[in-house]
């Protein structure tokens, strides 16, 4: 096993948190802009509400996810779950 699920779903909270965070700066500056320029600009600001949005449901998946705990994963049988926590 090359990383623990514990260490595994704290890099892909890193992840994805970040990346959502970024994404939502990122569009919301983009929308002031788009708002600045007016009625010419619809397309892009639908685009960047679109952006916030799918930005912000990324930062709710991953706090839904930690407020619960961190699960454990399912895939494995009982018999099979010593194979997949013990240390190397």
């Known amino acids: 096993m090359i990383m623990s699920h514990y260490w595994f779903m704290w890099l892909c909270t890193v992840c994805v948190g970040g990346l959502s965070v970024g994404w939502l700066v990122y569009d919301s500056i983009l929308l002031r802009r788009h708002l600045a320029r007016g009625a010419e600009a619809r397309d892009q600001i639908f685009g960047s509400i679109v952006g916030i949005t ?10 839904w996810v930690h407020l619960g705990g961190i699960p454990e994963p399912t895939h494995c049988l009982p018999q099979c779950r010593g194979l997949f926590f013990t240390p190397p």
């Open 54 to 63: 799918i930005a912000v449901l990324g930062i709710i998946g991953v706090l």
